[in-house]
């Protein structure tokens, strides 16, 4: 089952740092998202591949919006 990584506030996406199809750590850094003037970088919870990127450069997001996706390894 893929792990659903999701925006943990509304902001909007400065950076995605991975691709579809790359191997993951846990912990590891996957999307910038700017809220209220500062950075917040979202990591994976566990290591596995990523399935999906859900999110683009430039998209305002709501909290809780899925902005990835890691099937565990």
Not at 54 to 67: D, M, P, S
């Amino acid at each position: 089952m893929d792990q659903e990584i999701k925006a943990p506030m509304p902001g909007t996406i400065v950076d995605i740092l991975v691709q579809v199809g790359d191997q993951v750590e846990a912990e590891q850094d996957l999307v910038v998202l700017e809220s209220m003037k500062m950075e917040n970088v979202i990591s994976s919870r566990s290591g596995g591949r990523v399935t999906a990127i859900e999110v683009e450069v430039g998209q305002n997001v709501t909290a809780n919006k899925v902005l990835a996706r890691v099937a565990a390894a």
